[in-house]
T-cell receptor, first 109, second 116 residues
Framework: DAKTTQPPSMDCAEGRAANLPCNHS???????VYWYRQIHSQGPQYIIH???NNETNEMASLIITEDRKSSTLILPHATLRDTAVYYC??????????FGKGTRLSVIA | DTAVSQTPKYLVTQMGNDKSIKCEQN?????MYWYKQDSKKFLKIMFS???????INETVPNRFSPKSPDKAHLNLHINSLELGDSAVYFC???????????????FGPGTRLLVL
């Protein structure tokens, strides 16, 4: 699975949109962009995934660039409970997930 | 109603002891995994079982032995515990991995192991 690059940390004001970037310039055609998050002391939680098109669910939106080399996870109205480490993973489904260092998002009141 | 559950949540033990961590999933999934998260917070795959058969075994010491009595359970037994085994161990499950199918993995709450 392709390697991804994320900023180590970000801050976001409560109630504002949190935009978490991810670079995956070596992503291959059969790899999806997956996002998980890990709230302190809990197991990783699935958020969203996509291949080419933008995706939205009840938790977040995923914007993937046309060349698929980067993507952005958007939490539209961040709350304090969204403080977590967010992992962007390029995933083909043929092997277990490979987690990088992720982005530590701090939502500030 | 927990989808993936682990017991115990906390485990404190002495070096040299043998201990087991249990994992159960009620999602009807075929594939189960063990991940280790060390003090630097890196999450790494250790093992993966598909329908009770071992399919992935990363470079893990022989002291770690997974056992899958049925496809809903994957237990992790650790012999002769060492200080470096202290970590958080996460169990996960998904529908069948590979075969061209893309299946989301669901994680348990973790077991915090401290070896003294």
């Amino acid at each position: 699975d392709a390697k991804t690059t994320q900023p180590p940390s970000m801050d976001c004001a409560e109630g504002r949109a949190a935009n978490l970037p991810c670079n995956h310039s070596t992503i291959s055609g059969n790899e999806y962009v997956y996002w998980y998050r890990q709230i302190h002391s809990q197991g990783p939680q699935y958020i969203i995934h996509g291949l080419k098109n933008n995706e939205t669910n009840e938790m977040a939106s995923l914007i993937i660039t046309e060349d698929r080399k980067s993507s952005t996870l958007i939490l539209p109205h961040a709350t304090l409970r969204d403080t977590a480490v967010y992992y962007c993973i390029a995933y083909s489904g043929n092997t277990p997930l490979v987690f990088g260092k992720g982005t530590r998002l701090s939502v500030i009141a | 109603d927990t989808a993936v559950s682990q017991t115990p949540k906390y485990l404190v033990t002495q070096m040299g002891n043998d201990k087991s961590i249990k994992c159960e999933q009620n999602l009807g999934h075929d594939t189960m995994y063990w991940y280790k998260q060390d003090s630097k917070k890196f999450l790494k795959i250790m093992f993966s079982y598909n329908n009770k058969e071992l399919i992935i075994n990363e470079t893990v010491p022989n002291r770690f032995s997974p056992k899958s009595p049925d496809k809903a359970h994957l237990n992790l037994h650790i012999n002769s515990l060492e200080l470096g085994d202290s970590a958080v161990y996460f169990c996960a499950s998904s529908r069948q991995i590979g075969g061209g199918m893309l299946e989301t993995q669901y994680f348990g709450p973790g077991t915090r192991l401290l070896v003294l």
